[in-house]
T-cell receptor, first 110, second 115 residues
C-alpha cells in the first residue's frame, strides 16, 4: 500500500468556524487527489478532487494541493453540524490505483 | 455522479461457507473496479483492482485464492469470500471508474459478519 497519512483526530470545531484537514502522501508520482466524506456505516462520498497545484474552491469547501511538499488539505468554511463525519484523503497513483488515508474524524459542535 | 450498486448490503454467514458480493455500475461502463475492505475505525484498504476481461491485480498480503474477483463485463464485478472465517468480518466496498472519469464512484458497501 502506498502511504497516505492523515491526522486521525478527532477534530472538533464550533459551528460556523473553519475546519482544516490535512493529508500527506508518499508517492511523488501521484496524479490526482480526492477528498471523501464518510458517515458511520456508510460508503464514502466524493466531496471534490484536485490535480493541479494551488487552490480549488467548491461552495464551502476548498482543496489545496502542494505537490512539492506532497501535501493536500481541505478547508471547510462555515462548518455545520451535518459536516460531522470522517474525511478521507485519497490519492490516485500513476497506475490508476486509489489509496486512502486513515481518515480524520470531524465533529462540529452546535 | 454515476451510480454503483452493491449487493447485498448486509450478510451473515457461517464459518467455512462462501459469500459472493456483487458490484454493478448502473449508468456507465466500468473499465476498472476496485475492492476495498474497512475494519471498524480504520481506513479503506485496497484489496484488488480488476479490469474488465482480465485477471484482478491483488495488493500485497491479500490472498487471491480466498478473495476471488471476477470482472466479466463492463457493468459487473463480483467478490467471493471463500471459506469465510470470523476474522473476515468487515465492511467490503467496491468502487468503479471509466477511463473517462477522474474519480471513482463507490457502492453502498457490504457488511459481512461471519459467525
Amino acid at each position: 500500500q502506498k502511504e497516505v497519512e492523515q491526522n486521525s483526530g478527532p477534530l472538533s470545531v464550533p459551528e460556523g468556524a473553519i475546519a482544516s484537514l490535512n493529508c500527506t502522501y508518499s508517492d511523488r508520482g501521484s496524479q490526482s487527489f480526492f477528498w471523501y466524506r464518510q458517515y458511520s456505516g456508510k460508503s464514502p462520498e466524493l466531496i471534490m478532487f484536485i490535480y493541479s497545484n494551488g487552490d480549488k474552491e467548491d461552495g464551502r469547501f476548498t482543496a489545496q494541493l502542494n505537490k512539492a511538499s506532497q501535501y493536500v488539505s481541505l478547508l471547510i468554511r462555515d462548518s455545520q453540524p451535518s459536516d460531522s463525519a470522517t474525511y478521507l484523503c485519497a490519492v490516485k497513483d500513476t497506475g490508476n490505483q486509489f489509496y486512502f488515508g486513515t481518515g480524520t474524524s470531524l465533529t462540529v459542535i452546535p | 455522479g454515476a451510480v454503483v450498486s452493491q449487493h447485498p448490503s448486509w450478510v451473515i454467514c457461517k464459518s467455512g461457507t462462501s459469500v459472493k458480493i456483487e458490484c454493478r455500475s448502473l449508468d456507465f461502463q466500468a473499465t476498472t473496479m476496485f475492492w476495498y475492505r474497512q475494519f471498524p475505525k480504520q481506513s479503506l484498504m485496497l484489496m484488488a483492482t480488476s479490469n474488465e476481461g482480465s485477471k484482478a491485480t491483488y495488493e500485497q498480503g491479500v490472498e487471491k485464492d480466498k478473495f476471488l474477483i471476477n470482472h466479466a463485463s463492463l457493468t459487473l464485478s463480483t467478490l467471493t469470500v471463500t471459506s469465510a472465517h470470523p476474522e473476515d468480518s468487515s465492511f467490503y466496498i467496491c468502487s468503479a471508474r471509466t477511463d473517462l472519469n477522474t474519480e471513482a464512484f463507490f457502492g453502498q458497501g457490504t457488511r459481512l459478519t461471519v459467525v
